[in-house]
């Protein structure tokens, strides 16, 4: 079946020959497209405007994990199939929150500023109990990775289905027990009005003395003024943080210089890494797009997610 797709911004040559291959023809926004396809990564496009001259579009694929900043389109489009990324970037992701995790434990952003040999610290991973927030395949990756340790993991998540490999799985609404004394934090969630500083001064103070906290999801679940304030009275040993609120973080802001809080500029998945595996994304979803079949990354419009 051949299938017309508009992409925003051109695609990568191998992704334009894999969707040929598959018998799709590429077409410009007004051409009559059945489906677009961004793959332009939180870069300004004018997606509103071709939908609104497109009303025969059926499909529009997302190029990111986290839809927040399409939040505005999709109530405006609620028919549409949309699809994200979602899961597509979990192992690169997961991979950046255990590096971020062992870095906040082993005060590794002291050493690695260090000029002197300095004194020992820092704690393992073996042995502690830890809770991951997030339901979807990057919360699923760092669970994987925090059992290859002697661990005990709680998901908690938008439901109580269990979550493969962790031993407890709780509705959000059992997140501040399953805080209680947790010594490892780690953030995956999407961010929605429902996750807006989930982690907050109250939540912050339920875990662990000396606990740490990785934040892959979104800068937005975290107050950063409390944890600002928990890691500079020791209340936290550490905090890994591939993702603040705002983004960039102002150079002026406070958390750059405390010595145990490690910031990546979002890069727990970098172009290099994205690209092929958002090109599988796009390939799998246009075969099931062609031959009727449910689609990988389903978006709901209402959720946000």
């Known amino acids: 079946m051949t299938s017309r797709l508009h992409i925003m911004p051109q695609g990568d040559a191998e992704l334009l020959a894999g969707l040929r291959e598959q018998g799709a023809d590429i077409v410009g926004h007004d051409e009559q497209p059945a489906g677009i396809i961004v793959t332009g990564m939180f870069k300004k496009l004018n997606l509103t405007e071709v939908l609104e001259a497109n009303p025969q579009v059926r499909w529009v694929q997302l190029p990111s994990a986290g839809i927040e900043l399409y939040a505005e389109i999709l109530t405006r489009f609620p028919d549409l199939t949309w699809t994200s990324a979602k899961g597509s970037y979990a192992k690169p992701v997961g991979e950046h929150a255990l590096a971020l995790t062992l870095a906040a434990l082993r005060g590794l952003k002291v050493r690695a500023l260090a000029s002197s040999w300095g004194t020992e610290g820092g704690i393992s991973l073996n042995g502690l109990r830890c809770v991951v927030v997030g339901g979807g395949g990057v919360a699923a990756e760092i669970v994987r990775l925090y059992k290859a340790f002697d661990t005990h993991v709680t998901v908690v998540r938008r439901t109580a289905e269990p979550v493969e490999h962790a031993d407890v799985t709780v509705a959000f609404d059992g997140l501040d027990e399953a805080l209680k004394g947790a010594e490892v934090v780690a ?23 000396g606990a740490v906290v990785a934040n892959v ?88 997610y």
Not at 231 to 256: H, K, N, Y
């Open 187 to 209: 953030l995956a969630a999407a961010a929605t009005p429902t996750t807006r500083h989930l982690l907050n001064a109250d939540r912050l103070a339920l875990l662990a003395e």
């Open 217 to 304: 999801g979104r800068g937005s679940l975290v107050d950063q003024a409390a944890l600002v304030e928990a890691l500079t009275t020791g209340t936290l040993r550490g905090a890994g943080l591939d993702v603040t609120d705002p983004e960039p973080l102002p150079e002026s802001d406070p958390l750059w210089s405390l010595e145990n809080c490690l910031i990546t500029p979002h890069t727990a998945d970098t172009t290099e890494m994205v690209v092929p595996l958002l090109r599988e994304r796009i390939l799998a979803n246009h075969r099931r797009f062609t031959a009727g079949e449910p689609m990988l990354g389903l978006v709901d419009p209402a959720q946000g």
